[in-house]
């Protein structure tokens, strides 16, 4: 008798190029149950796991089925759909050029031309697919769609706005609708798309898609991070409240936050919290830019945190943090670096002055007088900052629930810290 693999290899020995291509390209027959679409009327559909799991992949086969108009996914083809990401570049290297993006899903003759400079992809039977960013929600004020494809919404700068004018578009064809495939995170546009009664919600952990990841992914991550608060979120992809004993709250960010500065800030500064060594192992380099009103109310305008860049990398970029936001100063963490941190500034330009502080107390205790400050309602958040308040938000007594370093939340300390907590001369005063 054969056995299952010989069988299998006769039966694909069996079929034509064009049914072998079929197969290949079939997303039902390798989909798993939580990539096809739910049952239901629903308007929204949420697809979130972990990193890795597989929702880019989803979200790409969703829309290419739509653009064919195929059953179960689709009754009609689909003329016009939205595709959004954190950023324009996010929505190109993730949703179209990506290892699972939509160029990568279709065959020769079913792909679509894609067109950078007009950032849209038209499809051979007239559908059309535009790009859009987060950053900028105007964008989709006057186009119009039958559905939207929406990446990372827990990372959206401007959420609430954007979510808001892509509802206004999707306004073409019997059954608008929209899929959302994003690693949870509780904020509060996602929290309400869950309780609302029109969404559908599927879910996958990490481990679901481990056939697909790098070998060496489970040993030096899945092991390392598996039931750890980061873990949960990343990994399994739950919905991680905050953390009981941090300093600061989900709902109190929210309450603080801003679209837009003030047109005119007093003061403004850039601040690095420089990482101890460069490479790929090394912590990431906060750069956070915030700035001060006539009133003392603090803005953080901007975290500007890079991972894994050299000495050089982050140095140019607070300098040109500098230049962008015509701050008064660089405020630069000299504990790791000492005059190593200011001699690559100089180097660099040595018009930029540079204010050296040093931790002479521990990370918890630096932050808790400017904790205190968003208690009091003093500082204010322009835009989403995903990341920047996962930090604040997970950091408590001990630390990191990960055991990492809080680099973003540090140089927001010693930002906040240089504007609100010390005597300084009257500053100049300028519009941004």
Known sequence: MDSSKDLQANFLASLTPNELRRLVYDWELWARPDQLPPDGDWISWLVLGGRGAGKTRTGAEWVKALVQGRPPFASQPYGRIALIGETLQDARDVMVEG?????????????????????????????????????????????????????????????????????????????????????????PLLKRLMAD??????????????????????????????????????????????RADALWKRDQLDRLRVDDPPATLSRIVVAIDPPATSGKSADACGLVVAGLDGDGLCFILRDSTLNSASPTAWANKAIAL??????????????????????????????????????????????????????????????????????????????????????????????????????RSQPKVRAI
């Not at 679901?208 to 598996?226: H, K, Q, S, W």
């Not at 100063?329 to 502080?357: F, H, K, W, Y």
């Open 197 to 242: 009664p029109t969404s559908a919600i599927s879910h996958a952990p990490t481990r679901a898609n481990l056939a697909n990841l790098a070998p060496g992914f489970l040993d030096t991550i899945v092991r390392r991070y598996e039931g750890s608060r980061l873990g949960r979120q990343e990994l399994d992809g739950e919905l991680i409240e905050d």
């Open 99 to 187: 290892v699972s993006g939509l160029l990568a899903i279709h065959d020769k003759q079913d792909r679509p031309n894609w067109q950078p400079s007009r950032r849209r992809l038209e499809w051979p039977n007239g559908g059309v697919a535009q790009i859009f960013s987060a950053e900028d929600p105007e964008s989709l004020r006057g186009p119009q769609f039958g559905a939207a494809w929406g990446d990372e919404l827990a990372k959206w700068r401007h959420a609430e706005a954007t979510w808001d004018m892509l509802q206004f578009g999707l306004r073409l064809g019997q059954k608008p609708r929209q899929i959302v495939t994003t690693t949870p995170k509780p904020t």
């Open 322 to 423: 500098y230049h962008r936001f015509e701050a008064d100063c660089v405020v630069a963490e000299v504990n790791q670096g000492g005059e190593m941190v200011t001699t690559i500034l100089g180097n660099i330009d040595a018009s930029v002055p540079v204010r050296s502080v040093r931790a002479t107390r521990g990370k918890y205790l630096r932050a808790e007088p400017v904790s205190a400050l968003y208690e009091q309602g003093r500082v204010r958040h322009v835009g989403n900052m995903a990341e920047l308040e996962d930090e604040m938000c997970d950091f408590g007594l001990d630390g990191l629930t990960s055991g990492k370093s809080p680099d973003r939340l540090d140089a927001m300390v010693w930002a906040v810290t240089h504007l609100c907590l010390a005597d």
